[in-house]
């Protein structure tokens, strides 16, 4: 590829980094908790009680009970947000936006060593703008991203490095097998990326290459007893012995499909250069191509990653999952395919097409961005500086207090582990019996109602608020308590 070209390509990326950059940061408190999903408040929520050191704490509380770790996610995440928040000083929602860009700018800067004559435009493709979104929300697929490229680079070390380094090759599949564990602790689809370890090292066996078979065979095993003791250790603590394998049965919606077919833009997007790159390689079988930036045995183990991850994600959903299907969930396992086909179609394009690409990407992340920018001012928001009068409000209630309506966010920088939450996912008749005295957040309720929020109603409270509150305030009213208070 010509200097020229090569720079033009390195000014888009740098663009498109400040472009999402400014997405991140500058719109953070703008959208305030509206930036927020639930698992993402819940990821804040865990960091919060690390940074306290409340490592088996349960938030928010649903119950007064003692203290226990949620099973639906793994620790990584929210360590990796309470360690960088200690060490920067900053509150986990806050860190937690430079954490992701930090994976996001370490991803280029890893495909610069993985795939450098094509890491530019390669960089643009597998973080494409319709998931640069998922860099100003609290996601574990960030981090998972950044290591999962990271793996690849030390397994093309470990392919590439003559057998007379051995101690080379043999430290890549020690960082490879820490980094299985790694994954894991993200996110619990790092299983599956363990799994394709140990049939990569099956195929390496039954090609007769016995020592880095038995190598990479012993990395998956290492992952899966790590993983029954994370799980042990999770059911050990947990008081109904929970350790983070039970699946919460989400029934499927009648208009499932009709729901997704507008949102599987990184389905298209993936199957369209996979089909690009069958219908190139069928047009020009014959033709000379320059030589891979992988080794056969990686792209063997990163197309297997993928279909890896497809098999454990159906499983989850014939286990009753389907309800929370969400396209996010899907990059992480089209990343191979991404990778494998344009990895192939840009050491056929010419470098003037490189070009034009890479222009077409900065476009639409620049589209993309000036949308967001438009709701900004044009959606309703929730500022940050509700979490603080949540707080202020909720610190003053009695002990022992059952919240109606509750906000949840106060699991974000509260400290009380006596108050509870009457909600969904708690059966509220069993649990007022517990609670020492009980109040109804009006604001909460008045806001769920305006907007048709029926799920998780408490709406035998509701009753309790005859006159209204302002919005984005904290109205809290009180039922009763057992002692008359």
Not at 118 to 130: D, G, R
Not at 201 to 212: C, E, F, K, V
Not at 444 to 467: D, H, N, Q
Request: proline letters at 7%; glycine letters at 8%.
């Amino acid at each position: 590829m010509p200097k020229g070209l090569h720079w033009a390509l390195r000014a888009i990326v740098l663009a498109q980094i400040g472009i999402v950059t400014w997405d991140t940061l500058a719109l953070r408190d703008a959208y305030g908790l509206r930036r927020v999903r639930f698992d993402g408040l819940e990821y804040l929520a865990m960091a919060h009680s690390l940074r306290q050191g409340e490592a088996l704490r349960s938030t928010p509380l649903l119950e007064p009970q003692p203290y226990r770790w949620i099973g639906e996610w793994p620790l990584g995440y929210p360590a990796l947000i309470a360690v960088t928040s200690t060490i920067t000083g900053t509150e986990p929602f806050h860190n937690s936006r430079w954490l992701n860009l930090f994976c996001y700018i370490g991803t280029y800067l890893l495909l610069l060593w993985i795939a450098k004559p094509i890491a530019e435009i390669l960089f643009l493709i597998v973080w494409p703008p319709n998931m640069t979104w998922t860099v100003g929300f609290v996601l574990s697929e960030n981090p998972f991203m950044f290591f999962f490229t990271l793996l690849i680079g030390i397994a093309k070390i470990f392919f590439t490095t003559p057998k007379a380094l051995s101690r080379h090759r043999y430290g890549a599949i020690v960082g490879i097998a820490l980094l299985l564990w790694v994954l894991f602790l993200v996110r619990y689809a790092g299983i599956a990326v363990g799994a394709a370890a140990g049939l990569t090292g099956l195929w390496l066996l039954l090609r007769q290459r016995y020592t880095d078979g038995i190598l990479w065979i012993g990395t998956a095993v290492g992952q899966g007893l790590f993983a029954v003791a994370y799980f042990t250790w999770n059911s050990y603590h947990d008081p109904t012995g929970e350790g983070g394998l039970t699946m919460r049965e989400m029934p499927v919606p009648p208009d499932l499909f009709v729901q997704l077919l507008p949102q599987m833009g990184i389905v298209y997007y993936a199957g369209a250069g996979a089909a690009l790159a069958l219908l190139l390689r069928a047009l020009s079988a014959n033709s000379p191509r320059p030589p891979s930036t992988l080794p056969y045995e990686v792209k063997l183990f990163l197309g297997i990653s993928g279909f890896a991850q497809l098999v454990l994600y159906a499983v989850s959903m014939l286990a009753g999952r389907v309800g929370i299907v969400d396209m996010r969930h899907f990059w992480p396992m089209l990343l191979p395919i991404c990778w494998l086909s344009w990895e192939y179609l840009l050491r056929v394009l010419p470098g003037y097409l490189h070009l034009g690409l890479g222009i077409a990407l900065l476009v639409w992340q620049g589209c993309n961005t000036y949308r967001h920018a438009r709701q900004r001012t044009a959606a309703e928001h929730l500022p940050y500086s509700y979490i603080q009068a949540v707080v202020n409000a909720y610190d003053t209630l009695p002990p022992h207090t059952c919240i109606a309506g509750g906000s949840r966010v106060y699991a974000l920088s509260g400290k009380r582990v006596d108050l509870a939450f009457v909600g969904r996912d708690s059966y509220w008749p069993v649990l007022l019996r517990r609670c020492a005295c009980l109040y109804v957040d009006c604001a909460l309720l008045a806001e769920k109602v305006r907007i048709g929020a029926s799920t998780g109603m408490p709406w035998p409270f509701v009753r309790y608020c005859p006159s209204p509150c302002a919005r984005d305030t904290v109205c809290l009213r009180k039922v009763g308590c057992a002692n008359s208070r």
